[in-house]
Nanobody
Framework: QVQLVESGGGLVQEGDSLTLTCDSK????????MGWYRQAPGKQRELVIL???????TYADSVKGRFTISEEPAEGTQALHMNNLRPEDTGVYYC?????????WGQGTQVTVSS
């Protein structure tokens, strides 16, 4: 069973940086892929960034050059590093892992960017 717990969300100003952390309790080892999605008010959940086990990383066009993902295998965590935040980045951010054909989601953490 994979459990994902996000942390690090909050209210920031346009242009600020923020890092979200996803703690998987060491259950993301051997994951096929991991990443982050977000859902803005009134919109569908969308991919932000996804990193596969073979190292391929996919970015939403809107975050290229601003967001990166990192993994800390020893700690069983992954992180989303967000720079130069914009009001349109506002939303609930979800940690995501796919492993052995199953998809796992965290409970979400709110990020609000004020202009």
């Amino acid at each position: 069973q994979v459990q994902l717990v996000e942390s690090g969300g909050g209210l920031v100003q346009e242009g600020d940086s923020l890092t979200l952390t996803c703690d998987s309790k060491h259950s993301i080892s051997l994951a096929d892929a991991m990443g982050w999605y977000r859902q803005a008010p009134g919109k569908q959940r969308e991919l932000v960034i996804l990193m596969t086990r073979n190292g391929k990383t996919t970015y939403a066009d809107s975050v290229k050059g601003r967001f990166t993902i990192s993994e800390e295998p020893a700690e069983g965590t992954q992180a989303l590093h967000m720079n130069n935040l914009r009001p349109e980045d506002t939303g609930v951010y979800y940690c995501y892992v796919t492993k052995h054909g199953y998809d796992y989601w965290g409970q979400g953490t709110q990020v609000t960017v004020s202009s």
